[in-house]
């Protein structure tokens, strides 16, 4: 099979697939939706359904989600439906749920931490689901270079460092 070494993910019909720098196609024009590859795989969405596939293009995780992000330090943030909602979780790369699916919305994990959606309120998670700040901002987002946390609440904006 040709190399994915500088692939890239591309549209063709208005389906999505993966092709080499030469513009070879690697792994068919099949998807609706896909990612990037990150850490050796690529979340795909068929038939309203998500999974993982390799560099290959075999599935490794499969479709059962409703959506999905890129690998992150050996996880995945994922949704599935709870009762008619969608939650979100987080998977390892076995497809194993690693954090339930409880939260409205999720990030991928930057050093070890995920920021998370409850409601209308965010926080932050580590990676075994812990709160390392609870949902409690009306907006929340890293400072990656400063390992800060930047937060709004109550319209007011201030920093938080997270000793770990």
């Not at 994922?78 to 939650?87: E, L, M, N, S, Y």
């Amino acid at each position: 099979m040709p190399s994915l070494v500088g692939s890239e993910m591309c549209i063709r019909d208005r389906v999505k697939g993966y092709i080499n720098s030469k513009g070879k196609t690697i792994i068919p024009f099949q998807f609706m939706y896909c990612t990037d590859f990150s850490e050796g795989l690529a979340g795909v969405e068929k038939n309203g359904k998500w999974g993982y596939i390799n560099k290959k293009g075999h599935l490794k995780i499969r479709m059962k989600y409703t959506g999905g992000g890129k690998f992150s330090e050996g996880l995945v943030e994922v949704t599935k439906k709870i009762r008619k909602q969608d939650k979100w979780g987080f998977i390892n790369k076995k497809g194993e749920k690693v954090i339930p699916f409880k939260f409205d919305f999720a990030f991928n994990f930057v050093h070890g931490m995920a920021i998370i959606q409850e409601g209308d309120k965010w926080g932050i998670i580590n990676k075994e689901g812990k709160y390392l700040v609870n949902a409690q901002f009306e907006d929340i987002w890293f400072d990656q270079l400063e390992d800060l946390v930047i937060v709004q609440k109550e319209g007011k904006w201030g920093i938080i460092k997270i000793i770990k």
